[in-house]
């Protein structure tokens, strides 16, 4: 499963909040699925961007799973700050990054590339909502309920089988 999110979406959000922890207990650590994240910041949301920036700079270095959940976690903090940069940086310390590789990778701007490609594959593949979801070959947008996720995993697995 592909999760297309932006880290400031309040939709996206309430789907780390509310289904997330059961998705992964039910799908992820059974291994029945794989899940990918598409970074896919809004431009309506001033800190999307740069919080993509510091997950998947957390990520270079094997922790963007512990920097997404942060961010998520602390999203009503650094939302609406003038510069959230003093928040990601608690957030990456928090994660156990190499501090000095982390800051140089945020500054650099060198992951930047990934994320634009990150939203235009997304975009290509249709999604123009956060959270959005693929599955097999299907679609979902919005902060999907679980049992709409089951159904599509479902389907999905059937089909592969016929294949």
Known sequence: MIEVSDFQCPYCKQWHDQTYPQFLEQFVKTGKVRLAYVNFPLSSHAHAFPAAEAAMCAGAQNRFWPMHDALFATQ???????????????????????????????SSGKIRPLIEADHDRAQRAGASATPSFMIGDKLLAGAMPLDELQKAIDSAMVKNRKQ
Do not use: I, K, Y
Not at 80 to 104: H, I, K, Y
């Open 76 to 106: 009503t903090r650094w939302e609406n700050l003038p510069s959230p940069a003093p928040v990601f940086d608690s957030l990456a310390q928090s994660t156990g990054v190499d501090m000095e590789r982390w800051r140089d990778c945020v």
